[in-house]
């Protein structure tokens, strides 16, 4: 199963995770990247379903919610000019970026996993991308250079299967990047820290430092098909929404210089043998995630919490029966003939009707 993106609205994975085991059908590896392995990690270290859709509402999660903050570069004007120049400039990743200093939130240091518990149900693969650069080569124009190779943590058994691989996204069709050939395996890591360093950004969070190295997230590779049949026979994924055009595009040109569009356009098209449609997710929860504050009279990007546990829980139980009933309509379909009209141009159920 894979479990591409999901920023802050990861608890819809753990509803799916959920219907899938409930129906017989629970995945065997899960794929995670970006917010999608902070649910693959929960998953793994809580074998049990519903201690899983508890912690999704733990106080330990909305304390960790409550603690991100902006940074001083959080500047609102500033940040908007940065987006500009990148959405007006066509040039693939032209200068080597700086994740070092130039992101907007701080995220603590310690995210919010639960102690293990029991034997693990599903064994986790997590994809990050390891930098090939260091901050004294930031601002110099990359030209032909490589500064990612993408990285699959994981056990021996799917580092096996993965031993030969190139990178996905190594292929040219996805544009003049910056992404390395090879791809990298690492079976030292444990999960919970490679889903810290899965949700490292390329705007919002600063790269991640593990054991003498620099990583860039999942970001990298949100939908990795082709890992993914590499991994298992079966494969489980979403049809993803279509990403911003203003930001996030030319967000994924400028610094990693890879065609976010056809990659999308591919993931969602690519053979799956069940295709969760999570394609309206912005709608249906467009309030259940971290929000974004403008605050234009101080010049600031601030985050807005939930502002009581209470409300906190219900957004997260949201989540978690949005995937939940998503998961239900996917099984529904027989093998191979899963729906490809996305969700966005149907009409979308109230949240008060998805209910197990």
Known sequence: MVMGGGGFRFGIYIGMYAALREAGKAPD?????????IAAAIIHNLP??????????????????????????????????RAAKRKMNNVSAPVIPDLFNDYL???????????????????????GGKLL???????????????????????????????????????????????????????????TDAARIS???MIYFRCAHHRGD????????????????????EVVMEFKEAFDQVFAIPAWRSVLGVDGNARLRYANSHLADMRIDSSDVSVVLEKQQLQQKLDWLRNR?????????????????????????RAQEA??????????VRRANRHSKPLSSIEP
């Open 199 to 201: 949700i490292a950004d």
């Open 331 to 340: 099984l529904a379909w027989p093998p191979r003939q899963q729906p490809t």
């Open 105 to 127: 939130f701080e995220i603590p240091p310690q995210l919010p996993f639960p102690p293990a518990t029991g034997t693990p149900a599903v064994d986790v693969a997590i994809i």
């Open 214 to 233: 620099e990583y860039i997230g999942g970001v990298l590779d949100l939908f990795p098909v082709e890992i993914a049949r590499k991994l298992g026979e």
């Open 29 to 37: 590896v899960l794929l995670a990247s970006c917010g999608g392995a």
């Open 133 to 191: 650069f260091d901050a004294s080569d930031v601002g110099q124009p990359r030209g032909r250079r490589k500064l990612y190779a993408e990285t699959v943590f994981c056990k021996e058994r799917a580092a096996a299967a993965l031993q030969g691989m190139d990178s996905p996204l190594s292929d040219p069709r996805w544009g003049d990047h910056a992404i390395a050939r090879e791809l990298l395996t690492d079976s030292s890591v444990a999960v």
């Open 301 to 325: 990007i601030e985050l807005r919490m939930p502002p009581s546990y209470e409300i906190f829980v219900q957004h997260m139980q949201d989540q978690w029966r949005y995937g939940y009933q």
């Open 48 to 81: 049990d379903p519903e201690a899983q859709r508890a912690w999704l509402s733990s106080e330990a999660m909305y304390q960790f919610w409550c603690s991100l903050r902006s940074t001083d570069n959080a500047v609102l004007l500033g940040t908007l000019l």
